[in-house]
């Protein structure tokens, strides 16, 4: 007859599943779950929240093939499912992957060169890479996009507000090999470590990088709330790739998350004001702000206030100060004063005069005064960034339904997930944003054990195209499990025993055996495998929107490679911030070497992203973007072609295969493509690329206000000497070069 489990399915009264879920069992699951009944039942708690533990390095068959241990916890896997790895990929696709993966610019044709000829092996290669300034930028992108870093707030009128600072430290921390554990406390709590530094207070802008609303009509009380949330959201999604943010309203629909525990991990940042924001100002003030100088200006600052002190003493510079005020003030009321009152303003004028003069003699005031207009010259060059300071911590209570105007909650004190274990404060009752900070990364008593899985696998995204577990954002029960765990609980481990190593970590995998396997796989173990969750190759994929840029600019020799500082501007269409308000704005594009900045540095406005990086799926940043889209779209094409920025590309690229490609068609087609893509053409390219120049030749001869036309696009300078008619027909060239899938694709 039928067993208990399946009477109870059938159940009228209580069936299961209950009918408000809508769902239904069909026959094979009914069989499936009676028989893990009969077997016992037995059940392990979820894989996301066990911590992950060093695993034994399997045996494999293929004892030859493995370059580190990563490759014999996949070549296991493959030997399991009966596949072999793919081929190592050949030198110059292998030396290009590294270069973007690394620092995200393509490889010179000398650094191509000392690679293939095995002047430079993969190792001297990958530590070069690593120490590469760019190294922290490339990173840097991805930590970004996880943070929500943009320079405007976002909401209402989507006002420009200072943070590029932060981005800095970023990419300051990341080339320092900041230890993640640091990295994280800095970023969470910078304001609460002791003797904090400026560059950890400069940190702590994380916690400001939210979206913000400066309207008028604005309830305080409900942008509390909204501001708590969108923190305590951000902070589980990055370090605990986790989904608290959706027990705002009511507890976890799948995961063991209470609403309690939403609100008791928003209390950490209950000690954050958001309070005394500008209105509809460019850029926004919200305070605290503090102002940050580079190292040549604090040098000089240091400088300044030497040659200061050797004119006036620090006493003397505060009378000084005091008695000009006073003077100015006066000399503001004579302006103002009646007859009588003049004669006795003038007279406290004439002793504040008398006073001055006592400190020290005009030559010394003279020459103190121009030091100290110098000195406040450049202190005016410094760039405000928004920090945190600690102010007394608001109540924080569980807003039933997360109904803000509902005070019926009860009051919760700061604390991690109950189920998580408990969080003991370090000093005094109430827990703090650096005990947050320090449990996140706590190996033995918190979750560091699971925030360096969630990391690992991200990682491992970075650099195979899909995460071990594809779901990067949520480890949790709607999240997919990984398709190898063993290696992933390596991996973690691994990174946390080198004392949060980020470059060791990413060493490890980049000179991994898996990760030189060629892209190139089979119809079938793409229609087996096709998100390469088995590494049986490697992943082939569209560069980032930045990249994309960055690799235009690189080529053409445009390419600014400064680091830091504020935010480039480049080329928009005109008009497209006609619908942004309060107040309105006018895009005024950079008319400097800004133009040609890394993407990384490019103006990030929330409401109206780049259209550039919109059409390459850089994402908006209102929330944490773990994982970008790739999509393939004809606007992406269109913006390839014809946005200003690879226009002007590809003519300067022109210029150069002119000026540097020597004579023969032949030569510069190889110079092109030897920039482009690392190789020579083949015999069709070749072909292609003489028609396309024997055409637009014709054509720009015939129609020279058409190659006036394509040569106007850009600031870059052309060298007169050179024929219009010629440039303009190999910036066409160029211009299908820059184009290619190849040149926009890590392979």
């Known amino acids: 007859g039928d067993g208990e489990f399946r009477l109870r ?6 069936p299961m599943p209950p009918e408000k879920s809508h769902k239904e069992l069909n026959q094979e699951e009914i069989a499936i779950l009676e028989r893990w009944i009969a077997e016992g039942a037995e059940y392990s708690e979820p894989w996301a929240y066990v911590r992950p533990k060093k695993r034994e390095v399997p045996k494999v068959k293929d004892t030859a093939w493995s370059e580190n241990w990563i490759d014999r916890f996949v070549l296991a896997r493959l030997e399991s499912e009966g596949l072999q790895p793919a081929p190592d990929a050949d030198p110059v696709t292998l030396i290009r992957r590294l270069h973007f993966d690394l620092t995200g610019l393509p490889p010179t044709p000398e650094e191509r060169d000392a690679f293939v000829s095995r002047e430079r092996n993969l190792d001297e290669i990958v530590n070069a890479l690593l120490e590469s300034p760019h190294f922290g930028e490339r990173l840097a992108m991805y930590w970004l996009d996880l943070v929500r870093y943009a320079d405007t707030v976002g909401y209402h009128g989507d006002q420009d507000h200072n943070i590029s600072p932060y981005r800095d430290w970023v990419i300051a921390a990341l080339n320092t090999n900041l230890p993640f554990d640091q990295f994280t406390r800095e970023q969470l709590a910078g304001d609460l470590l002791p003797n904090s530094t400026t560059a950890q207070k400069v940190a702590s802008g994380y916690n400001r990088l939210l979206q913000t609303t400066h309207e008028g009509g604005l309830q305080l009380k409900e942008y509390d709330a909204i501001y708590a949330a969108e923190r305590e ?17 009511h507890d976890h629909k799948y995961d063991p998350y209470t609403i309690k525990d939403h609100y008791a991990m928003a209390a950490f940042f209950a000690d954050i004001a958001d309070r005394d924001f500008t209105g509809n100002t460019l850029p926004a003030q919200r305070p605290p702000e503090i102002r940050i100088f580079t190292p040549e200006q604090e040098a000089e600052l240091a400088l300044l206030d030497r040659e200061l002190k050797k004119r006036l003493k620090p006493d003397a510079q505060a009378q000084l100060s005091k008695l000009e005020g006073r003077r100015q003030k006066l000399a503001s009321d004579i302006k103002k004063a009646q007859d009588k009152k003049k004669a006795e303003l003038k007279s406290k004028l004439s002793e504040a005069d008398q006073e001055i003069a006592e400190i020290a003699p005009k030559p010394t005031l003279k020459a103190f005064r121009k030091l100290r207009k110098q000195r406040a010259d450049l202190e005016k060059l410094g760039r405000l960034t928004m920090i945190t300071v600690a102010q007394e911590p608001r109540k924080m209570r569980v807003l039933p339904r997360g109904n803000w105007q509902d005070d019926s909650g009860e009051i919760v004190l700061p604390a991690v997930p109950r189920f998580l274990g408990e969080l003991k404060p370090g000093n005094g009752e109430r827990a703090t944003r650096l ?13 560091g054990g699971l925030t360096a899985r969630v990391f690992a696998n991200r990682f491992w995204y970075l650099y195979f195209g899909t995460g071990i577990s594809r779901s990067l954002s949520d480890f949790g029960g709607q999240g997919e499990p990984p398709a190898n765990l063993e290696l992933l609980d390596e991996l973690a481990v691994s990174f946390t025993d080198s004392g949060w190593d980020l470059k060791a970590l990413v060493r490890l995998i980049v000179t991994s055996r898996a990760y030189r396997q060629s892209s190139t796989a089979s119809p079938e173990l793409f229609e087996r495998d096709p998100h390469n969750q088995l590494v049986a190759r490697q992943s082939r994929f569209r560069l980032p929107a930045e990249l994309i840029r960055d690799n235009a600019l690189a080529i053409s020799g445009l390419l600014v490679r400064e680091s830091g500082g504020t935010s480039a501007k480049p080329y928009q269409p005109t008009g497209y911030y006609r619908h942004l ?25 929330r409401m109206f992203l780049h259209p550039m990086l919109k059409a390459m799926d850089a994402p908006s940043r209102e929330e944490c973007a773990a994982e970008r889209p790739r999509s393939n779209t004809p606007n992406a094409a269109l913006v390839l072609l014809n946005d200003p920025t690879f226009l002007e590309a590809a003519r300067v690229f022109a210029v150069r295969i002119l000026l540097e490609g020597g004579d023969s068609l032949d030569s510069r087609l190889d110079f092109a493509y030897h920039l482009v893509l690392s190789r020579p053409p083949d015999a069709e390219e070749r072909s292609v690329l003489i028609s396309l120049l024997k055409t637009t030749q014709s054509e720009y001869a015939k129609n020279s206000a058409a190659a006036d036309a394509l040569l106007k696009n850009g600031l870059a300078p052309t060298p007169p000497e050179l024929d219009k008619v010629e440039l303009a027909s190999w910036a066409a060239v160029s211009r299908a070069l820059l184009n290619l899938n190849e040149t926009v694709t890590r392979n």
Do not use: I
Request: hydrophobic share 35%.
């Open 435 to 447: 005990d947050l900070a320090n449990w996140l990364t706590d190996v033995e008593n918190g979750a």
């Open 581 to 605: 308000n309060f107040p309105k704005r006018v895009y005024k594009p950079h008319a400097n070497n800004h133009q040609w900045r890394r993407g990384l540095y490019v103006h990030w406005q």
């Open 9 to 14: 399915s059938r159940d009228e009264e209580d």
């Open 233 to 249: 959201r951000n902070v589980s999604a990055v370090w605990m790739g986790a989904t608290v943010g959706c027990a705002q309203c």
